[in-house]
């Protein structure tokens, strides 16, 4: 396992974040929102774990696709109730934390793979070649 990313450990702490905000946040601990929060809370620790022990740009890119769905969890799921007055516009604070974590976790993932990105154009393939030098030797 690779420690060589804060990002990931911004993730774990995201994540964590996710599972206990339920509870800390509206006080419900129960409904579709605190079932969102647990099962995305859930899947970015796991898909962080996945990215210590091997960074890929391909699990970044899942990662997204989960900041994506948090941002779009409260309307989709159905637990954001817009204010009637037009001069209230503030949204409940389980929708507000999946929107801002969403937005968090999908730049996080974006820097993610931008540091797995230039890793990758930088190392050196290795395995069957053979360097010049032994090649002159053979």
Do not use: C
Not at 12 to 23: F, N, R, T
Not at 28 to 40: E, K, L, T, Y
Not at 78 to 87: I, K, N, Y
């Amino acid at each position: 396992m690779t420690t060589r990313r804060w990002v990931d450990w911004v993730n774990v702490l995201l994540g964590l974040w996710l599972i206990v905000a339920p509870s800390l946040t509206s006080g419900a601990s129960d409904g579709p929102a605190a079932w969102n929060s647990w099962s995305v809370g859930i899947a970015v620790l796991t898909l962080t774990a996945f990215a210590m022990y091997k960074p890929s740009v391909s699990a970044d890119a899942f990662g997204v696709l989960l900041g994506i769905w948090l941002i779009a969890s409260p309307w989709v799921l159905g637990f954001v109730e817009l204010p009637a007055a037009a001069t209230e516009a503030a949204l409940p604070a389980a929708a507000t934390n999946a929107v801002v974590v969403g937005v968090l976790v999908i730049g996080y993932a974006l820097w993610a793979m931008r540091i797995d990105g230039s890793a990758a154009r930088t190392k050196r393939p290795t395995g069957s070649h053979v360097s010049t030098s032994r090649k002159a030797q053979i």
